[in-house]
């Protein structure tokens, strides 16, 4: 089945910096998400990409769609103490009523203040 | 409006126990979803409901493994019998139909550990 390669695997960082995480995709997908998962709660959306190329932000998040369609990246900025948590991405492929996502294994992200 | 509920949130059993999970997806939410994360994997897709059917259940590991979504509404993952591998979080999400493209909302999950 379809894998997602996912790095790295953790980062610990100092507040204030800057953070880059990865996806790659032995396959192509047409969609691309970003969900942040905090401790004892389930994954929650940060960013959904629709079309390769495709750069958007949401606050200090930044991502973007690769044009190859098998990889994307997720930047934070000014990394605050709050971004901890586990960072997964997901490919989609849209088809019929069915909207399967493949995970990659997340970036455990720690932030020392 | 409420989230995704799941129940319980914590479960721990023996091999050859069966367990049952069950999860309330958000009102009007005619998508329920059932995913798997083994510790230090990746989330893994089970299977998917729209409404009361099974549409698609590639990723239920064997026949231990029963869900069903009677009426439509809440869903039950049923585990029979535990094995030691089955330990991990199961998640449920939920989605409208048509507004799958922007991605689901997932409960906060049980975590079973089989011993």
């Known amino acids: 089945g379809q894998q997602l390669n996912q790095s790295p695997q953790s980062m610990f960082i100092q507040e204030g910096e800057d953070v880059s995480m990865n996806c790659t995709s032995s396959s192509i997908f047409n969609t691309w998400l970003w969900y942040k998962q905090d401790p004892g709660e389930g994954p929650v959306l940060l960013i959904a990409l629709y079309k390769a190329g495709e750069l958007t932000s949401n606050g200090r998040l930044t991502a973007q769609f690769g044009i190859t369609r098998k990889d994307s990246f997720l930047n934070i900025s000014a990394s605050i103490p709050s971004d901890v948590g586990i960072y997964f991405c997901?490919?989609?492929?849209?088809?019929?009523?069915?909207?399967?996502?493949?995970f990659g294994k997340g970036t455990l992200l720690t932030v020392n203040p | 409006e409420a989230g995704v509920t799941q129940f319980p949130s914590h479960s721990v059993i023996e091999k050859g126990q069966t367990v049952t999970l069950r999860c309330d997806p958000i009102?009007?939410?005619?998508?329920l979803y059932w995913y798997r994360r083994v510790m230090g994997k990746e989330i893994k897709f089970l299977l998917h409901f729209v409404k009361e059917s099974k549409q698609d259940e590639s990723g239920m590991p064997n026949n231990r493994f029963l869900a069903e979504r009677t009426g439509g509404t809440y869903s039950t993952l049923k585990v029979q019998p535990a094995e030691l591998e089955d330990s991990g979080v199961y998640f449920c999400?939920?989605?409208?139909?048509?507004?799958?493209?922007?991605?689901?909302?997932f409960g906060s999950g049980t975590r079973l550990t089989v011993v």
């Open positions: 999400a939920s989605s409208r139909l048509g507004a799958e493209v922007h991605g689901y909302t």
């Open positions: 997901a490919g989609a492929n849209s088809g019929g009523s069915n909207y399967k996502l493949t």
């Open positions: 009102s009007g939410h005619d998508n």
